[in-house]
């Protein structure tokens, strides 16, 4: 997984609450287990008009908004199915962060073990950046996780809170099964200890 300390990023506004998880990708796209190729199904159902068509006032389809890699959300962000697929169609897409004034408890975790960082500000902070983004073409932010700020243009710090657990793992670019691997001496050693003690566990009874 891609560690994750300081992002300098355009920003791209998505101005809607209840985001659920069928509408970050639909679930004709969930078909595959591969965590690339997903983009083309990321908000899907808004980004096309009833033809067919890209709808010209939905920001993926925007020029101005191209290479975004923080997206500026609303509450609840990621709620309904708990599909690992939409943290991979947002990742597929360039985007690193998501700030909300609240996650889905299920996506925001998945977020973590895909490189991710979920940034929660208050409604007020989230506001803000969503009305300098919108009136201000290639706006970006300054995200640091190591102290764990989001800092503006103008130089307006906002603060936000993470578990310590999860903010090491994502800055090293360990998800879950890369923290194992990190301890596959300690693991390797456990074993090779267990075997001696009782050689009979592991004994193979089909010979």
């Not at 998880?21 to 159902?45: A, E, H, N, S, Y």
């Not at 010209?56 to 997206?71: V, W």
């Not at 700030?99 to 975790?109: E, K, M, R, V």
């Not at 994502?170 to 691997?181: K, V």
Request: charged letters at 20%.
């Amino acid at each position: 997984m891609q560690a994750f300390t300081v992002l300098i990023g355009l920003v791209a506004p998505l101005d809607r609450v209840n985001v659920d998880t069928d509408q970050i990708i639909p679930k004709q796209f969930l078909k595959t287990i591969k965590r690339t190729g997903l983009r083309d199904g990321l908000f899907f159902d808004w980004r096309k008009r009833k033809d067919g068509s890209p709808d010209p006032d939905f920001f993926l389809n925007q020029a101005r908004y191209q290479g975004a890699t923080i997206l500026v959300t609303r509450d609840n962000f990621g709620c309904g199915s708990s599909r690992e697929h939409a943290p991979w169609a947002l990742l597929d897409q360039g985007f690193r962060c998501v700030i909300a004034p609240s996650f889905a408890d299920i996506f925001y975790n998945n977020c973590f073990q895909n490189g991710i960082l979920p940034v929660v500000l208050t409604a007020d902070e989230v506001q803000s950046v969503l009305r300098d983004v919108l009136a201000t073409p290639g706006y970006q932010l300054t995200v640091d996780l190591g102290n764990q700020t989001v800092t503006t243009p103008g130089g307006a710090a906002y603060r936000f809170d993470i578990d310590p657990f999860r903010k090491d793992c994502l800055y090293r670019g360990l998800d879950s099964i890369g923290l194992t691997l990190h301890h596959n001496a300690a693991i390797a050693a456990y074993e090779a200890k267990r075997k001696a003690e009782a050689p009979w566990l592991f004994t193979d009874l089909r010979t």
